[in-house]
């Protein structure tokens, strides 16, 4: 039972144009969200995060949006740069229950951005 | 003066054997995390531990056992090998304990049991 979905397994984009990737959740008890950036045979870096009582977070060329009616939030990279070729995660994580504090992984998006 | 680091970065075994992959963070952060990544590549959460609490994702086989001799360090423990434990593992550590809060990865560890 997925909890954090990224229906889209690759992505390919030209440098300079605007990246979206998505996920979807279906927990609402998640209240924090975050994306990582994945290069092959490294772990998961830190990019950008949001709480549930925002719907904009941005830095620099990154913008995290959350619709928390559609349970929805997405990544936006503008503009694409051929160094943002990696695998990304959406991340869930919540306040709340046991497992607090634990992030809940999507299965990641591979985005290739071309020259 | 990486933040969070793994050894060995590649660990190659035999069924049966037991091995032990070890992770320190300098960040000071009170929560460590072992985390597996499967042949799918999903990423899911083994141990969450900190000081107080150590807490286990129920569908992890008790061949698995952190340890922690200090805050700094969360050791993973994994006793008779078996091939489906192939796979890379994550440590990761977070500032707070219990709550949301962002994690910071190490390099992974890529385990294949032969």
Redesign the interface.
């Known amino acids: 039972d997925q909890q954090v979905k990224q229906n889209s397994p690759s992505l390919s984009v030209q440098e300079g144009r605007i990246s979206i990737l998505n996920c979807d959740y279906t927990n609402s008890m998640f209240?924090?969200f975050?994306w990582?950036k994945k290069y092959p045979?490294?772990?998961?870096?830190?990019l950008i995060?949001i709480?549930s009582i925002k719907d904009k977070n941005e830095d620099g060329r990154f913008t995290v949006f959350l619709n928390k009616s559609a349970k929805h939030l997405s990544l936006h990279i503008v503009p694409s740069q051929p160094g943002d070729s990696a695998?990304y995660?959406c991340a869930a994580?919540?306040?709340y229950g046991?497992?607090?504090?634990?992030?809940?992984?999507g299965?990641?998006t591979k985005l290739s951005v071309k020259p | 003066d990486t933040a969070v680091s793994q050894t060995p970065k590649y660990l190659v075994t035999q069924m049966g054997n037991d091995k032990s992959i070890k992770c320190e963070q300098n960040l000071g952060h009170d929560t460590m995390y072992w985390y597996k990544q499967d042949s799918k590549k999903f990423l899911k959460i083994m141990f969450s531990y900190n000081n107080k609490e150590l807490i286990i994702n129920e569908t992890v086989p008790n061949r698995f056992s952190p340890k922690s001799p200090d805050k700094a360090h969360l050791n993973l423990h994994i006793n008779s090998l078996e091939l489906g434990d192939s796979a890379v593992y994550f440590c990761a550590s977070s500032l707070l304990a219990g709550g949301p809060d962002t994690q910071y990865f190490g390099p992974g560890t890529r385990l294949t049991v032969l």
């Open positions: 209240d924090y975050l990582y045979a490294e772990g998961p870096t830190f995060s709480s695998v995660f994580t919540s306040n046991g497992s607090q504090g634990n992030l809940i992984f299965k990641g």
